[in-house]
């Protein structure tokens, strides 16, 4: 049956929503104790930090439960666990013993808040829905799907964060308009294009159809990283200082407060004393040095080529820049006076609201899961991983376009699978999703805590960069086909096409050349993004 629960497992922070059947709208859901309220405009917003610690005395503590006892920069507390997830960091901390990870974290975080939820809501038996970015590879939907389907046990739907915030703004929009979600959180910056389609029957849900989408390595986190660098800078110290290793994570907590503060204030301080030694790091900031950093930092260039990519997908479907009649911003990010006028500029003052910054994703997402709908596309590249006879060397062949629709009604792709080498009777396939072309900004450093907690900056290499733009998606359950009979080097042995269901699966048809049987009729192979 369709459900009211929302989750938005932020960077940052958590947002939950329900849909309130007589308003016709989601709304934000407080939960006691671990939630805080926003003031935006004339709202109060409840909102849940992503925060875990976890206390000496076995007891955890979750969302303000920490920032309340002043435990942010604890070795004990683990945030942005949304952002290293997406990521596949491996990197983990020893808390009294135990090896916890970010995944770990995570699902401890997520496990209470979503049980708090249900158990507060009474929900049995109804849909859920999980968003996620809108560049976020198969590994990172597949693990918020079975970790929510396993706390839950209810059905988890999946919808992308800017698809969620169109709807969580619908009730203010009008049909056959498009419009441009700008989503800039703690940890991605994700635009889509959308355009509200007209209800078929009265009293039906509406339709929401994805036109461009775009994303980008920047967010929130990323900018705290970078007013951490700078403070480093202007102290003439470093991340690798004894005394700095001692007040790093504090120090990182003050860098995001400075951000905020000048979200809202035309100058701000930052002043982090180390308690053992006595010594200060201190820095002081107008908006405009901020601003300064930003631009440095290409900031402003980003945001720029990622709403560039986005506008250029919605020309491919004839939509331009003048269609868009609204754009709406989300996101903390989003908050920034020169981000907000970096899009005011582009398309004018009149067409930018920044009405729902903070519960807009999850207010949506409660909508989806009552019933409206959205049509959508694959957001990512996808190839077969092959080699080359001739050189032998690995090719990536490509199967899928980013953009491709789904259900397919003809096949995407034809393949001859030829022989590599003689006597071959097994011939393996595996399918790579590839995000090269999604996302244009790749950090060169990020920060990373330590197993004694402290943050350190890092170094991004070449391998490692690759590995978060290429994703083996069945590399522990690779596809094989049998020959009955042992094939020569060079040997043309099948014929394989491939397509997409409804349900976004590629599936593979097969037929053994050498005796013309078919072996594979639509055979779901992996889940796409």
């Given at each position: 049956m369709p459900g009211r629960l929302a989750i938005d497992f932020g960077t940052s922070n958590t947002v939950l929503a329900t849909w309130d059947q007589v308003r016709q709208q989601g709304v934000a859901f407080p939960l006691l104790n671990y939630g805080r309220f926003l003031q935006i405009g004339d709202e109060r917003v409840s909102i849940v930090p992503s925060l875990i610690h976890y206390q000496s005395d076995g007891k955890v503590l979750y969302g303000n439960e920490v920032l309340q006892r002043n435990l942010v920069n604890s070795q004990r507390t683990f945030q942005w666990m949304k952002r290293y997830i997406s990521l596949r960091s491996p990197a983990s901390r020893s808390i009294d013993g135990?090896?916890?990870?970010?995944?770990?974290?995570?699902?401890?975080?997520?496990?209470?808040?979503?049980q708090t939820a249900i158990q507060d809501l009474r929900i049995d038996n109804e849909e859920i829905a999980v968003t996620v970015p809108v560049e976020a590879f198969e590994h990172y939907e597949s693990w918020i799907f079975d970790l929510t389907s396993k706390i839950t046990g209810q059905r988890i739907r999946l919808i992308d964060e800017p698809s969620a915030a169109a709807l969580g703004y619908?009730?203010?929009?009008?049909?056959?308009?498009?419009?441009?979600?700008?989503d800039f959180g703690g940890g991605t910056l994700d635009v889509s294009i959308v355009r509200q389609e007209e209800q078929s029957i009265a009293g039906s849900a509406g339709r929401s159809r994805v036109l461009g989408k775009a994303g980008t390595e920047l967010g929130g986190t990323v900018i705290d990283e970078w007013l951490f660098q700078d403070v480093l800078a202007l102290n003439a110290c470093s991340d690798k200082d004894p005394e700095i290793e001692q007040i790093s994570r504090l120090l990182l907590v003050e860098c995001e407060a400075l951000k905020e503060k000048l979200s809202f204030q035309e100058k701000a301080d930052l002043t982090v004393m180390n308690p053992i030694s006595g010594s200060v790091i201190s820095a002081r900031y107008s908006r405009q040095q901020f601003e300064e950093l930003l631009d440095k930092k290409d900031a402003y260039a980003k945001i720029d080529q990622t709403l560039r990519r986005a506008l250029n997908e919605a020309r491919e479907r004839g939509f331009d820049d003048d269609d868009i009649k609204v754009v709406l911003m989300v996101g903390g990010c989003s908050q920034i006076p020169s981000v907000q006028n970096t899009l005011r500029r582009i398309f004018g003052r009149e067409r930018v609201r920044v009405e729902r910054p903070l519960d807009a994703v999850a207010r949506g997402a409660a909508a989806f899961i009552a019933g409206e709908r959205f049509e959508d596309y694959l957001q990512h590249d996808y190839a077969i991983r092959m080699v080359n006879s001739k050189t032998n060397s690995v090719e990536y062949k490509?199967?899928?376009?980013?953009?491709?629709?789904?259900?397919?009604?003809?096949?995407?792709?034809?393949?001859?699978?030829?022989a590599?080498?003689?006597?071959?009777?097994?011939?393996?396939?595996?399918?790579?999703?590839?995000?090269?072309?999604?996302?244009?900004?790749?950090?060169?450093?990020?920060?990373f805590f330590t197993d004694s907690g402290s943050a350190r900056l890092t170094m991004i290499n070449e391998q490692e960069q690759e590995g978060r733009t290429m994703f083996c998606l069945n590399e522990n359950r690779p596809f094989f086909l049998e020959a009955d009979s042992p094939a020569y080097k060079g040997e043309a042995r099948f014929e394989v096409s491939f397509g997409i269901d409804s349900n976004r699966r590629l599936l593979i048809s097969t037929k053994d050349l050498k005796n013309g049987n078919i072996l594979h009729e639509n055979y779901p192979l992996v889940k796409l993004n």
């Open positions: 135990q090896n916890i990870s970010n995944f770990i974290a995570a699902e401890h975080f997520l496990k209470e808040v979503i619908s009730a203010r929009l009008f049909a056959n308009q498009a419009y441009l979600v700008f490509p199967l899928v376009k980013r953009g491709s629709t789904y259900p397919s009604k003809e096949p995407l792709a034809r393949l001859t699978v030829k590599v080498q003689n006597h071959q009777e097994r011939f393996g396939f595996l399918i790579y999703e590839m995000g090269s072309n999604g996302r244009d900004y790749k950090p060169t450093m990020e920060i």
